[in-house]
């Protein structure tokens, strides 16, 4: 499945609160840097649609992305120095803390090295105003709500959408270029990574409770089952009692993304309708857990299936 982007490009009128914002050029590369949540998942190949809030800018390919270093200055409340606040430019003090609420005329700064990047897709541009507007961009998204400058999507829905437009021939040539070839350079090199501390102890702690068993599957062997947490660790940092389960490797991807959740009312395993094409998966609908579920358990999954099937 392709991966597709939609990413925010309003130029000199976005509120860009804790920086100084970014060189960007919509029809030919849209620049970031490391301190952007997803910055590092983007990847020549990828779909990138590019909005204002309001509708589309424009859509393309990744043909290339160019990195670099660089010092930036960040721009934070000199009260709760948190970098959530908001430029005014009718009113005193001129910034405003989302946060704290405390107003103030000078942010406080500091200084880091950062990583940059800068996408080069102007080779298959294709202008989109008029085309979509931004509830139905939103609603493309991997996680709809997301406040996110840069937020996975399914090209398939975006593709679809696009077809049902007047671009629909552009559209049928930027969905060729997804199967071009590009070469794959080899080797290796050295990268500072983040890791999850204490995920090996809690994967331990769930193979003494659970056993060798996949919750979805049944029966498995443990190297290929991975703890999942029930909820995103990634906000938390935490591991919390009865907070996971053993699951395959393929379904805590399919879990994670929302593919597959368990009903709060039934138990029962509810599939993605795009599963269908699958009959490994296909066959899950509807299915018990392997397990007995804990109180903490349906707590957990019951936040998960309002998260992504709180609109079906």
């Known amino acids: 499945m392709t991966t597709a982007w939609l990413v925010l490009a309003v130029g000199e009128a976005r509120q860009h609160g804790g920086n100084d914002g970014y060189d960007d050029n919509p029809r030919q590369h849209y620049s970031w840097d490391s301190t952007v949540p997803n910055h590092a998942h983007l990847a020549v190949g990828d779909v990138i649609a590019l909005w204002d809030k309001k509708e589309l800018i424009g859509v393309s390919v990744i043909h290339g992305i160019d990195t670099g270093t660089a010092d930036k200055t960040v721009y934070f409340c000199p009260q709760c120095k948190k970098a959530d606040f908001k430029r005014r430019s009718r009113m005193t003090p001129a910034c405003r803390c989302n946060q704290c609420g405390a107003t103030f005329d000078t942010p406080g700064h500091k200084v880091k090295t950062v990583t940059t990047y800068r996408s080069r ?45 007047e671009q629909a021939d552009a559209v049928s040539g930027l969905a060729g270029q997804q199967y071009k070839r590009v070469p794959i350079p080899g080797g290796h090199r050295f990268a500072k990574v983040r890791t999850r501390v204490g995920q090996a102890a809690f994967r331990a702690a769930l193979l003494r409770e659970q056993g060798e068993q996949c919750a979805i599957s049944g029966p498995a062997p443990a190297d290929v089952l991975e703890a999942a947490h029930l909820y995103s660790y990634a906000e938390t940092g935490e591991h919390h009692d009865f907070g996971g389960l053993l699951l395959r ?23 993605d309708p795009g599963l269908d094409a699958y009959p490994a998966y296909a066959e899950l609908h509807g299915k018990p857990l392997e397990l007995s579920l ?17 609109d079906s």
Do not use: Y
Request: aromatic share 6%; charged share 30%.
């Open 121 to 165: 897709h102007g080779r298959t541009w294709i202008d989109g105003r008029g085309l979509l507007a931004g509830a139905e961009l939103r609603a493309l998204c991997d996680s709809p709500n997301s406040q996110l400058s840069m937020r996975p999507a399914r090209w398939e829905k975006l593709r679809d959408a696009l077809l049902a437009t």
């Open 249 to 271: 490797r393929d379904l805590h991807r399919l879990f994670d993304s929302g593919r597959i959740a368990v009903d709060p009312e039934t138990d029962l395993l509810d599939t």
């Open 294 to 310: 804990r109180p903490e358990h349906r707590l957990w999954l019951t936040a998960h299936w309002n998260t992504h099937r709180a």
